[in-house]
């Protein structure tokens, strides 16, 4: 490994951005990304969680909640990624031989 | 092969990685680590039942939630290459010396006993461990509490 713990991806770059964090449990925050360190502890502004559906919690619902300033524990985040750019699209994986 | 050669490998490649809760990422691999936390780029992401869809420039995945990665056939080809060739870099295998620390310890502060047996030590390079831990546990019984390290 070199130096630094996360060089992997270099969060700097999503200060004061917006970003989407799933957090393990299923959890899904969004929120301005203010700061964050080696543990990959962040710290969200103006964070809302997307709620989930109580029958099926894996699904995501249009329904929010407003969560203000968070402190997410590294431990527990899944997966960080820019909220620029991400939205839902139609399937992409076109099965032309019907897979 | 270890699975994180392979993966390393793999950067630059695309790959499906499936998370434990059954998401998964297509995406290209930018890079990764020994956690394999992995970073991907042109990512899309399926629900676990498959029927929702999300693009998104790039996004960074947590080692210990994967539950799989997908990599391309061809990666192989090349992690293959570069395990020989490191095996081929790592020529030198016996070529370390010793500890070195029987001979300072005797040298400095063990006249008696301690001198003969350190200077052994240093010119047999083969029983590393064996030698380091007989010589010390001696000493340490006559001379109380120096010998262990």
Known sequence: MSGRKETVLDLAKFVDKGVQVKLTGGRQVTGTLKGYDQLLNLVLDGAIEFLRDPDDPLKTTDQTRSLGLIIC?????????????????????NQPDGA | MLPLSLLK????????VE??????????LVNCDTWMNIHLREVIC??????????MPECYIRGNTIKYLKVPDEVIDKVQEETTK???DRKPPGVGRGRGRGRDDGAGGRPSKGTGRGLDD????????GRGRGGANRGG?????RGRG
């Open chain 2, 9 to 16: 490998t793999a950067q630059g490649h695309p790959m499906l």
């Open chain 1, 73 to 93: 524990r590294g431990t527990a985040v899944m997966l960080v990624s820019p909220t620029d750019g991400t939205d839902e699209i139609a399937n992409p994986f």
């Open chain 2, 46 to 55: 399926t629900s676990k039942d498959g029927d929702r869809f999300w693009r």
């Open chain 2, 86 to 88: 490191s095996r081929s």
């Open chain 2, 122 to 129: 240093g010119g047999s390079k083969g029983m590393g461990g």
């Open chain 2, 141 to 145: 019984n006559r001379s109380g509490g």
């Open chain 2, 19 to 28: 998370l434990k809760n059954g998401e998964t990422y297509n995406g290209h």
